[in-house]
């Protein structure tokens, strides 16, 4: 953790003894994960993030002692890191995922612990032999007690069959998402696939989004993308579309190296580029903008968005592009439910803004957005 986080994150770990030590017996689905904002918002633990009140999207992980199967090189939870560390202290997405019995979680849901902040549940799954059947238990549970609050699942593809989607939108699923992360088959191969021992493969990602496509139909599905593993803008960009040709939505994240990762020795994704995807990705998911409109350079560099000054003006001044991507909530259908304060950065050097753009905040990323290379913190708190 580093110590901007420190500085603006309450120290969790002095709470663990109530919550958050695992033992063998803190499986799914008696047991789930959730994220730091959604304990925060729940009240099972402490603590303020910063400029972020809460969160709208109550953001579960299927939880096994034994932990994911896979070894994506990117990730916090893989199977390579057992022996360093003890399972529950690996990091999902860069922040602590405390693990809370599931009957704890609804009962507070269903009290309104969360003052009505929840607009969405999600469910991700990760990669072992419980996992399918696990959140379909845990997915069931909740449309019998909390049906008003609609439900996610982050998928595991590699181990579901097209019948398991069929059930799942059945049984009362809003949106499918898949987390194909690598922008192509060449960066899918070198941090989840056979190279690094991990057991996925493109195709069956690409064969999961398109039963998606069919079954829970446009605007229902979705994937995750990460910007930064070694792709051009263009090409994580030729994806977008495809996705949006599919009727579906992209839910990007800028790379972060996480610690103990495989890839924990690789740089962020460099401020301007990161900042030209997240614009495009706005563009071509909500503005109707083409792949094909847009303008690159030799090396895959977006030179033109293709809109009018004053429209992209517009567009960049709301902010909306440069919030974290996800799931909507209820009320606009371009802002995500799920914030995931400080999931892809940290406060100081914000990427995706968990929290509504201020005038300083559009002012920074104007500034990044012409290749300066400056952060958030100072430059970006309103006063
Ligand atoms: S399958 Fe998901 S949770 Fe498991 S190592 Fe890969 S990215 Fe991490």
Known sequence: MSANRESVVAPLNFYRPNYHVKTPEMR??????????????????????????????LNL?????????????????ARHREEARDYADRNFIRVDWPAVRYEEIIERVRRDDDRGQFERMCISMITHPNS?????????RWMAEVPRIPVSILSNPTTMKRADLETLHAEGADIFTVALDAATPEIFERTRGKTVDSPHTWAKYWQAIEWAAEIFGPEKFGIHLIAGMGETEREILEVVQRIRDLGGHNHMFAFFPEQGSMMEDWEPVPRDQWRRVQLARFLIDYAGVRLEDMA???????????????????????????????????TDE??????????????????????????????????????????????????
Do not use: W
């Open 61 to 77: 992980l299927v939880t096994y002692p034994e932990g994911c199967r896979a070894n994506c090189s990117y990730c916090g939870l």
């Open 28 to 57: 799914s689905p008696e047991y789930v994960q959730l994220s730091t904002a959604a304990a925060i918002t729940l009240g099972l633990v402490p603590g303020t993030m910063h400029r972020t009140a809460c969160t709208h999207c």
């Open 334 to 383: 371009e802002v995500s439910a799920c914030n995931r304060p400080y999931g892809d950065s940290s406060p100081s050097d914000i990427r995706s803004f968990p929290f509504a753009l201020g005038p300083k905040d559009v002012g920074v990323v104007r500034r990044q957005l012409a290749g300066e290379d400056v952060g958030t913190l100072h430059e970006s708190v309103e006063d």
């Open 132 to 140: 399918d059947h696990d959140t379909l238990t845990l997915l069931r």
């Open 296 to 330: 690159f350079d030799a090396d895959g560099r977006v030179t033109g968005f293709g809109l009018e000054r004053a429209e992209l003006e517009a567009v960049i001044a709301s902010g909306k592009p440069f919030q974290t991507s996800g799931c909507p909530g209820k």
